[in-house]
């Protein structure tokens, strides 16, 4: 199965599609707009983002039942969920702190942690196949580049410049 977001109804939505079928769902009717899946390797879960009253919170849900429960629970944004690679943690883009950064928390919203302090926009961070570093997308005057850092926050790289917008690293 596919897991994607559609605007054919005028909003973000989660939809699935069997591909030995062909047959499309929409994912967690119970949301105006959703976007930002992140499916967990091990159990099928989805992180995604749901967009309401101005705010953008993080959800987890059961694609089968399309249950869901909130997890996160600040007065900002958080959006871009993944997944670290034993499904333990989670990292996500928030402007809690006044401006886009990289936070983690355990698989149910619990310790969250600011990773990224360099930089005014880091989004779209993605783990590494060892869980020990993480790669971003970090705004540097006006161009988007690509950085990695250890999961603390040390150890800071950049991997792009000069060479337009780089973005959605994996």
Same mark, same amino acid.
């Given at each position: 199965?596919?897991?994607?977001?559609?605007?054919?109804?005028?909003?973000?939505?989660?939809?699935?599609?069997?591909?030995?079928? =062909?047959?499309?769902?929409?994912?967690?009717?119970?949301?105006?707009?959703?976007?930002?899946?992140?499916?967990?390797?091990?159990?099928?879960?989805?992180?995604?983002?749901?967009?309401?009253?101005?705010?953008?919170?993080?959800?987890?849900?059961?694609?089968?039942?399309?249950? +869901?429960?909130?997890?996160?629970?600040?007065? +900002?944004?958080?959006?871009?969920?993944?997944?670290?690679?034993?499904?333990?943690?989670?990292?996500?883009?928030?402007?809690?702190?006044?401006?886009?950064?990289?936070?983690?928390? =355990?698989?149910? =919203?619990?310790?969250?942690?600011?990773?990224?302090?360099?930089?005014?926009?880091?989004?779209?961070?993605?783990?590494?196949?060892?869980?020990?570093?993480?790669?971003?997308?970090?705004?540097?005057?006006?161009?988007?580049?690509?950085?990695?850092?250890?999961?603390?926050?040390?150890?800071?790289?950049?991997?792009?410049?000069?060479?337009?917008?780089?973005?959605?690293?994996?």
């Amino acid at each position: 199965d596919i897991i994607y977001v559609s605007f054919r109804n005028g909003k973000a939505q989660l939809f699935e599609k069997d591909l030995s079928t =062909g047959r499309e769902r929409r994912l967690f009717p119970q949301h105006d707009q959703t976007f930002s899946p992140a499916v967990n390797p091990l159990t099928g879960e989805i992180l995604y983002a749901v967009l309401g009253d101005g705010e953008t919170m993080l959800y987890l849900g059961n694609p089968e039942t399309n249950k +869901s429960k909130q997890i996160s629970y600040m007065k +900002s944004s958080s959006v871009s969920p993944a997944w670290s690679p034993f499904a333990t943690e989670i990292l996500f883009s928030s402007d809690r702190g006044g401006s886009p950064q990289i936070y983690v928390m =355990g698989r149910d =919203g619990s310790d969250v942690r600011r990773v990224t302090f360099m930089g005014r926009y880091n989004e779209r961070a993605s783990w590494s196949p060892q869980g020990d570093r993480i790669v971003y997308t970090s705004m540097d005057g006006g161009k988007m580049n690509i950085y990695t850092c250890a999961i603390d926050g040390s150890d800071i790289t950049q991997l792009t410049s000069d060479a337009g917008n780089n973005e959605h690293p994996t």
